[in-house]
């Protein structure tokens, strides 16, 4: 039950795109397609923001995007805004009803 | 409306037992397996376990496996976490999770969290 490992830090100006990054492994990112990211603000409870490698819950914008290649998944924010500025948490499930979350990445909007 | 609400976090003593209780409600709640997801203060999330939809597959983190046990109430509506031999590190904030579909998969609601303080 190793973390995913993403970037401590990611930053970028309004308007901009970033795309964090999530390492993980064939029994995990590279296995299924239950990958998710969250995102957390401070003192606020983490929002779901992309699951199932691509997928966009209702209410979330369109600037916000999933993707995978092999073991690494990734999120893309397009047209940064300064509410974006926040903890950004992967996840995959591992198997054997595990789920594990990367180590978090802060994006700070420039 | 979706809401989940934690309850049953203290401050407890290391080697004691504290059980965590989730009322759900705004759902179909046995459509959907549950988690228990936590966060130390400063630090990132963890998740604790889970918990299918009809409690079949369950799951737990390799620090709690032999101390902490997820079950659920489909009647009530209730999820639980009976958490014993506590240690200083279970110390965190836990959120009661509700996930995507009827098994692992994501987390797709959360509640506030209950803190749990494990303190000499």
């Known amino acids: 039950q190793s973390a995913l490992t993403q970037p401590p830090s990611a930053s970028g100006s309004p308007g901009q795109s970033v795309t964090i990054s999530c390492n993980g492994t064939?029994?995990?990112?590279?296995?299924?397609?239950?990958v998710s990211w969250y995102q957390q603000h401070p003192g606020k409870v983490p929002k779901l923001m992309i699951y199932?490698?691509?997928k966009r819950p209702a209410g979330v914008p369109l600037r916000f995007s999933g993707s995978r290649s092999g073991k690494t998944a990734s999120l893309t924010v397009s047209g940064l805004q300064a509410e974006d500025e926040a903890d950004y948490y992967c996840?995959?499930?591992?198997?054997?009803?595990?789920?594990?979350f990367g180590g978090g990445t802060k994006l700070t909007v420039l | 409306e979706v809401q989940l609400v934690e309850s049953g976090g203290g401050s407890v003593q290391p080697g004691k037992s504290l059980r965590l209780s989730c009322a759900v409600s705004?759902?179909?709640?046995?459509?959907?397996?549950m988690h228990w997801v936590r966060q130390a203060p400063g630090k990132g999330l963890e998740w604790v376990s889970g918990?299918?939809?009809?409690?079949?597959?369950?799951g737990y983190v390799d620090s709690v496996k032999g101390r902490f046990t997820i079950s659920r109430d489909n009647a009530k509506n209730f999820l639980y976490l009976q958490m014993s031999s506590l240690k200083i590190e279970d110390t965190a904030l836990y959120f009661c999770?509700?996930?995507?579909?009827?098994?692992?998969?994501?987390?797709?609601?959360w509640g506030q969290g209950t803190m749990v303080t494990v303190s000499s």
């Open positions: 064939s029994s995990d990112i590279g296995n299924y397609n239950f």
């Open positions: 705004g759902f179909t709640f046995d459509d959907y397996a």
């Open positions: 199932e490698v691509i």
């Open positions: 918990i299918s939809w009809n409690s079949f597959s369950i």
């Open positions: 996840s995959s499930y591992a198997g054997n009803n595990n789920i594990i």
């Open positions: 999770a509700k996930d995507t579909g009827p098994g692992p998969r994501a987390f797709e609601i």
